[in-house]
């Protein structure tokens, strides 16, 4: 049912939607209480018209199951909370950012304050546009709901916003799949270019055994990609900074820092290998990939969790762009849910027509295959074909690796078929070496920030403005601490914005502990002004002081230097003196002595 409010004493400004009444806000977890209490906040701050509804979840298959019921209920929002079930609520995030849609839902996790960083993390690296930790305080996530669902009406959250003009870095999270002694393998949605540099903050530097964030980018790609992320980078470490020259260096200044950042580098050498030896153990490399289009969602019904294959699942209700999402999964295998189509049905869907899988869409497809896959071409499997047989198949599409399947599909028959295939198909996986090791996507590990530049302009405890050299995509997360590590989200500038600024990032991932510290922040720079007046004016108290302090000290030293003077002047009158008595007395004592002589 749906329900809105009114806060007294609110002027709220009249807003209609265009699917007004018909906008879901889906809670899947067990924390009913908090839901509760969010609904009821959400209802005293906004007059946008929705409905709340709650699915509680007793098994992992049930939660993977919950994708069926996205696409079916078609929310606005799904609030996911990682309480319980955690390892199939992520996998349930990691699904959704996958998905072919035509009309996006918005994914915002929530996690307790005892389970720490790491599930912030872990939310992040599933692709979640944002994430709360879960609180008394229901304000900040009311906000950035509607700042993320509905930009266009979200009104001024009331927190005081600080203005600044402040270098800070900022850092964009990414994923790291591989990693030998001289080479990291991450996959991020910033593109690099060849011998481009950049600082990389990984696990293995904040843990001392890399002694250098800093990275060359060797090679970049959109092939064969394993996350929800725009490129494939193969990244070259330094293991240790290079030594920068400066103009007042002696070369043996010089010498000696070259020779210590050969020490470290042979160290840092030395301890990811003994690392890296360590850990091989947990290497498991995936190579086998399948691409499931199938509409119904049959993999998703109350089924095993699909990472627990030895296949890489990916599945898609559909196909948007053929030729780009064969480029970046790189299947051997594909399962094709084969759709019947009246052409008059088609025609009805008009520019939506690329959402049916039927043989058009799938003609369409299998050229593409041909197109992407110049070697050995994938399996392609048809279920569902009805009358189309192999033979008619190989024939229309002009593939020669399809097979037909008359029956509606089957999980079962697909992991059966899979499994005979393997055979043919492993000749033509890479094989791993031994030294590198493969990084599990549910590892802390995996995690790694590629390092930026932003400019800070203005800051609440909800939100910032800043400015960035680099263009920023809505939607984009970063990290900045203020002084705590928090996530931004990049949106749409708002209605009420009051900073002029290139970028407006809504800002969460923080607990109540991390707020306050952000508050204190905030109402520092308000007084940043008033005290760098009160340090000035003290300067310049203590500037006074010491003029007086060198005036008195000159003066003293004047009046020493006058009486020393003074009292040479009277040294050198008395011995004037003594000098002109003595001559008296000696020209008498000659007087007499010539008298005596004569």
Request: glycine content about 2%; charged content about 30%; hydrophobic content about 35%.
């Amino acid at each position: 049912m749906s329900e809105a409010s009114t806060p007294k004493g609110s002027a709220k400004k009249e807003q209609s939607l265009e699917e007004a009444g018909s906008n879901k806000i889906l809670y899947f977890g067990h924390d009913l209480e908090y839901f509760k209490s969010f609904k009821e906040k959400y209802q005293e701050l906004c007059s946008i018209d929705v409905e709340f509804q709650s699915e509680q979840i007793s098994s992992d298959s049930e939660v993977q199951s919950l994708i069926n019921t996205i696409r079916n209920l078609r929310p606005k929002v799904v609030m996911l909370d990682f309480s319980k079930n955690a390892i199939a609520m992520l996998h349930l995030a990691r699904l959704w950012a996958r998905q072919n849609k035509v009309i996006d839902c918005l994914l915002i996790g929530l996690s307790d304050y005892n389970q720490g960083k790491s599930m912030v993390i872990k939310s992040i690296m599933a692709k979640l546009p944002c994430v709360h930790v879960k609180s008394s305080e229901f304000e900040a996530v009311v906000h950035d709901v509607n700042a993320l669902i509905f930009p266009s009406l979200v009104e001024d959250h009331g927190f005081a916003t600080a203005e600044m003009s402040d270098n800070i870095k900022a850092y964009y999270p990414a994923k790291a799949s591989l990693i030998n002694e001289n080479f990291l393998k991450i996959e991020s949605d910033i593109s690099l270019q060849p011998k481009q540099q950049v600082r990389i903050h990984n696990h293995w530097t904040r843990s001392n055994i890399m002694l250098s964030t800093l990275m060359m980018c060797h090679s970049q790609s959109q092939e064969n990609l394993y996350y929800k992320y725009d490129y494939s980078q193969v990244l070259q470490m330094a293991h240790a900074d290079p030594v920068e020259a400066t103009a007042d260096m002696s070369k043996e200044e010089f010498d000696k820092l070259q020779t210590q950042r050969e020490n470290d580098l042979n160290q840092s050498k030395s301890q990811l290998n003994r690392w890296i030896k360590e850990h091989q153990k947990f290497s498991r490399p995936k190579f086998l990939k399948a691409l499931i289009v199938d509409k119904e969602g049959h993999f998703y019904d109350n089924r095993p969790l699909t990472d627990s294959y030895i296949y890489v699942f990916r599945n898609q209700p559909f196909i948007k762009d053929a030729t780009r999402e064969l480029t970046s999964i790189k299947p051997q295998i594909i399962i094709w849910n084969l759709e019947h189509i009246d052409p008059k049905d088609r025609e009805a869907e008009g520019e939506r027509a690329f959402i049916l899988n039927d043989m058009i869409n799938l003609m369409a497809f299998t050229d593409a295959i041909k197109k992407v896959f110049q070697g050995h071409q994938p399996y392609l499997i048809v279920f569902n074909a009805g009358d189309h047989s192999t033979t008619a198949l190989q024939k229309s599409l002009n593939y020669q690796n399809v097979l037909s399947i008359k029956d509606p599909m089957d999980v079962d028959m697909v992991l059966k078929m899979c499994e005979m295939l393997r055979n043919k198909v492993e000749p033509t996986l890479p094989k791993p070496k031994e030294s590198d090791l493969y990084i599990d996507k549910n590892s802390d590990i995996c995690y790694v920030e590629i390092e930026s530049d932003i400019t800070l302009l203005g800051c609440s405890e909800n939100d910032l403005y800043f400015n960035s050299d680099s263009p920023i995509a809505h939607g984009t997360v970063l990290r900045v601490s203020l002084p705590v590590p928090m996530y931004i989200t990049v949106c749409q500038y708002p209605e009420y914005g009051k900073i002029d600024a290139q970028y407006y990032g809504i800002i969460h991932g923080v607990g109540e502990e991390e707020r306050q510290k952000l508050r204190r922040y905030i109402n520092d720079i308000f007084f940043r002004e008033h005290e760098q007046k009160k340090a000035e004016e003290q300067k310049e108290i203590e500037a006074q002081k010491q003029k007086y302090l060198e005036d008195k000290e000159k003066e003293r030293l004047a009046a020493e230097a006058a009486e020393e003077e003074e009292r040479k002047r009277q040294e050198e009158q008395e011995k004037e003196l003594e000098e002109k008595a003595k001559a008296a007395i000696d020209q008498l004592d000659d007087n007499k002595e010539k008298e005596e002589t004569s």
